[in-house]
């Protein structure tokens, strides 16, 4: 038999594409299992944290508060006052039978407490005596004694001030005249009724308040300071006490000043309240950073806002109140006999103050000590014997 050669058919000429073999493919797979590994692994090893958005820190803008000497304006005030005006008429319809000027007062109050109590005292470009008022001087004695009469000192003042031409003071009241017959407290209270003003001389100030008593510090317009000069002018020292308010400063935040009264013109109302905030800012404790908010007021009504300020605590600073010493106010130190190794101060206002050393304190424990024990020995003893 012969074999035939099969005939090989031939194929059509293909262009050559690029395949990838098994082999590759395999590689491939291999490669990206294993790059997947190496990530978990460093993962783990490194703990790597995903990287997150940094967030920047929010910076606070400074507030600027507006000061009331820059934020209180005319207009601001003639606004005020306009509605003042409009209360008052509200309040005059309820009581249609009395028309007397009532009072007007700027309530002022503090963000910090000033250390102690006080007084500051204002002068005003206008006086604040209402057109009705009572007003009551006391002046010094001429000659000193209780067996002295006033009389004369009464008569003397009279003709000073018939001469200066002073015609707002009704009553001179001297010093002895005081402590003699107005000793008893319905006659303190007496006298503080039948007069509106009340001026003191500076030269017997101090014995005035303590015969007086504080029922004369709650109302505004009692115990003013007055310096009367009986070579100068003595109208214009008149003038100026009665233009002098006094802001009294108690433990409270809110305190109260006297500003004028509904007979005044508004231009006067509105120099008084200018010239009050222009001052407040030396003489305030604290200075003006230190007031929380300024209002006007009659003395029983709502209260019309005139300034109100946010400010924080904090900016603040702690507020001290400094009293004017006199010249010759000195204290006087020395050693104290019945303790020993301590010192006593002694003012001139009466205060007394003990420092003691720590040698005398010492002392007095053991002396404690041994007090205890010679009790509890009377007390053994005496347990024994029964």
């Known amino acids: 038999m012969v074999s035939v050669k099969q005939v090989v058919p031939k194929h059509p000429k293909v262009k050559n594409i690029k395949k990838t073999s098994k082999v590759e493919k395999v590689k ?3 490669l990206v299992k294993e790059g997947v590994e190496e990530q978990c692994m460093q993962q783990k090893l490194h703990k790597v944290v995903p990287q997150t958005a940094v967030l920047k820190p929010v910076v606070k803008k400074k507030v600027k508060y507006a000061m009331p000497s820059k934020s209180i304006t005319e207009n601001l005030v003639t606004s005020c006052l306009n509605a003042l005006q409009q209360l008052a ?17 700027a309530e002022i109050k503090c963000i910090k407490i000033q250390n102690s109590k006080g007084a500051i005292k204002f002068i ?8 009705t008022g009572e007003i009551c001087l006391i002046t010094p004695d001429l000659k000193k004694g209780r067996k002295v009469d006033h009389e004369p000192t009464v008569d003397h003042w009279e003709d000073k001030l018939k001469a200066a ?22 006659l303190k209270r007496r006298l503080l009724t039948q007069h509106d003003f009340i001026l003191v001389d500076t030269r017997v ?5 303590h015969l007086l008593g504080k029922i004369f ?21 008149i003038d ?32 008084n309240i200018m010239a009050l905030v222009k001052q407040l800012q030396e003489k305030y404790p604290g200075g003006e950073a230190n007031i929380r908010s300024i209002s006007l007021k009659f003395p029983l009504s709502l209260s019309l806002p005139l300034y109100l300020t946010l400010r924080s605590s904090s900016v603040v600073t702690a507020p001290k109140l400094k009293h004017k010493k006199p010249k010759h106010f000195t204290v006087v130190e020395d050693e104290l006999s019945t303790i020993l190794g301590s010192t006593v101060r002694v003012a001139p206002d009466g205060t007394v103050h003990v420092k003691k050393s ?29």
């Open 89 to 105: 008429v509200h309040y005059q319809k309820k009581n249609t039978i009395f028309e007397d000027e009532t009072p007007i007062f």
């Open 205 to 209: 100030l101090n014995h005035v308040s």
């Open 217 to 237: 510090f709650k109302k505004h317009n009692m115990l003013i300071p007055v310096r009367i000069n009986e070579k100068g002018n003595l109208k214009k020292d």
């Open 124 to 131: 005003l470009p206008h006086s604040t005596v209402a057109t």
């Open 28 to 30: 491939k797979t291999n």
């Open 240 to 271: 100026i006490g009665l233009r002098t308010a006094m802001l009294r400063l108690n433990e409270g935040a809110t305190s109260a000043i006297l500003i004028g009264h509904t007979g005044m013109k508004l231009t006067h109302l509105k120099e």
């Open 358 to 386: 720590k040698d005398s304190l010492s002392d007095e424990e053991n002396m404690d000590h041994d007090g205890d024990n010679e009790e509890a020995e009377q007390k053994n003893d005496s347990g024994n014997d029964e």
């Open 165 to 186: 031409g002073v015609s707002a003071v009704k009553t001179v009241l001297p010093m002895r005249q005081l402590r003699v017959e107005y000793d008893q407290y319905e």
